[in-house]
């Protein structure tokens, strides 16, 4: 993996491929900065806002076709469109009546949708030139901000509020009229999503109520999924769809995702995090080797940032393996859980808390990554053919992002150390070392280039872009679990 040099940025969630993975577009303070994603030191376009004070760009979100970026300031209630092509072209959003909250394109890239300040509106705009003048529609009471679009653009569901009931509008995206309405039968709507091959929507109840209702476009409901009898605790935390629509799993706060199938939506597969781990199950353990390289003089090491770091590796734990578990008050705490709070803990207990915070399928859903608030140190990888846990990596530092590969099974995650970390079944674990300009700043956040060649690594007021290639990958597989050293993390001490 090869990274390039560091620059700036204001906000790490601001950080952002385009589409179809040509451009990386990056905020700084009230600038919006597009530069080439092969090339960062090219410079393709700076958009200077008009917002002039903090907190500057609130948002940043790039048109389906690449074309077009929208910048938020729900401080200044405005929302500035910029083209790519037209250094001209502008067009700014403002609603006279309710302050807005959240904007987002639609996948035509043709509309923009604004939602409003106490779930009033949802107003929906054009930026075509051949809609000048013509009038704007509005959703009244959406739940903001759960809409969701079929995966072929045709369609929009949209979460309402009404008499005290949630109900679900599916609006055709040609002209924006209502198709029909679905009450998913759930108390209070959090989550809506379409599933991949568009005949299908999930919509899940908050936490106090565990309910996840799978129901076609036409109203017909399929199922609704409850928690087992005799189980006891909060609702569903996460939920997320395999690529091929198959399988949908359900994380819950108990510590469980239960999978779903797509022919009687009854789970097939229960999946817990338990604090013992015992099969054939590959666990990884990052553990340090060697001594802290800071020992020169400060003068020495204000120059050199890096010898303030202490090298990692991936050891081959032997199983059963105990997990680190942590009270929720307590993820904050350093690395290296003491072993008092290490106690096994079974689904469904209360002691404890968690829940499933990450759940993603990867590019051909033959895997599945979870990761569970109450042990924030562990990521868990699932095998689909066969609902079998295959490894466990457990890292020192709290996990802070994790992603898979757009277009092959790469796993990606960081912890806020100053390395990146990838895993590949078969292969194991590998550290990447990220160049830093000071001791203490680590990688707090990740995301993936479309392409899935690269990929931007984000540390407090920098960035920097890493690009897979055969020769790092050659390197990585000889300082995996088995004995190397790559990489490094930031000594606390």
């Known amino acids: 993996m ?23 577009a990056v905020s700084v303070e009230h600038r919006l900065i597009v530069r080439d994603a092969q090339n960062p030191k090219r410079v393709h376009r700076v958009c200077v806002t008009p917002y002039d004070t903090a907190p ?20 200044h209630n405005r929302v500035d469109v910029w083209s790519l092509s037209d250094d001209k072209w502008q067009c700014t959003i403002t609603d006279e009546v309710c302050c807005i909250e959240r904007a987002l394109w639609t ?21 075509s030139a051949t809609a000048a003048g013509e009038a704007r529609r509005y959703v009244q009471f959406p739940k903001t901000p759960l809409v969701a679009f079929h995966p072929l653009g045709s369609y929009m569901a949209v979460a309402q509020r009404r008499e005290y009931r949630d109900v679900v509008g599916i609006y055709a995206t040609a002209d924006w009229h209502l198709v029909c309405e679905i009450e998913p039968r759930t108390m209070d709507m959090v989550g809506l999503r379409w599933s991949p091959d568009g005949l299908h929507l999930a919509a899940w109840d908050s936490a106090a109520t565990y309910a996840v209702s799978i129901m076609n476009v036409c109203g017909m409901f399929k ?35 239960r999978v779903l199938n797509h022919l009687t939506w009854s789970p097939i597969a229960t999946l817990v995090h338990r604090a013992v781990v015992q099969g054939p199950v590959d666990v990884f353990s990052e553990v340090v080797v060697g001594q802290t390289l800071a020992q020169s003089s400060q003068a020495a090491l204000a120059q050199q940032p890096h010898l303030h770091r202490r090298h990692t590796r991936f050891d081959l734990m032997p199983t059963p ?48 990554v979870s990761v569970c608030d109450g042990m924030p140190n562990s990521l868990w990888i699932w095998r689909i053919r066969d609902m079998r ?27 806020g150390s100053a390395s990146v970390y990838l895993w590949r079944e078969g292969e194991g674990c590998h550290l990447f070392e990220v160049p830093v300009t000071a001791a203490g700043v680590g990688v707090g956040a990740m995301t993936w280039n479309p ?12 960035f920097s872009l890493a690009y897979l290639t055969s020769a790092a990958a050659e390197a990585a597989a000889k300082s995996s679990f088995n004995g190397g050293t790559a990489g490094g993390e930031d000594d606390l001490e």
């Open 223 to 257: 199922r609704v999924h409850t928690r087992p009898e005799g189980v006891e605790g909060l609702g569903v935390r996460e939920v997320a769809w395999a690529p091929s629509a198959q399988f949908l799993a359900v994380g819950g706060y108990d510590r469980v995702v």
């Open 107 to 127: 996948p035509d890239s043709r509309h923009i949708l604004t939602f409003s300040e106490l779930d009033l509106r949802l107003s929906i705009w054009s930026i």
């Open 389 to 415: 846990l295959v490894a466990v990596i457990q890292t020192r530092g709290v996990l802070r992002a994790c992603r898979w590969s757009p277009v092959e099974s790469v796993l990606g995650f960081v912890t």
């Open 321 to 368: 393996a105990q997990i680190h578990v942590v009270q929720p008050l307590d993820i904050h705490r350093a690395v290296d859980p003491p072993a008092s709070d290490s106690a096994s803990v079974g689904p469904g207990s209360s002691g404890n808390g968690g829940g499933i915070s990450i759940l993603e399928f990867n590019a051909d859903g033959t895997l599945l």
């Open 56 to 75: 500057y760009i609130e948002d940043i979100q790039w048109s389906p076709s690449s074309t077009h970026l929208l910048t938020c300031s729900y401080t």
């Open 451 to 462: 392409c899935g060649d690269s990929m931007a690594t984000m540390s407090k007021g920098l």
């Open 2 to 24: 090869e990274f390039t040099e560091l620059y700036k940025q204001s906000n790490s969630a601001l950080v952002s491929y385009s589409p179809d993975g040509a451009f990386i």
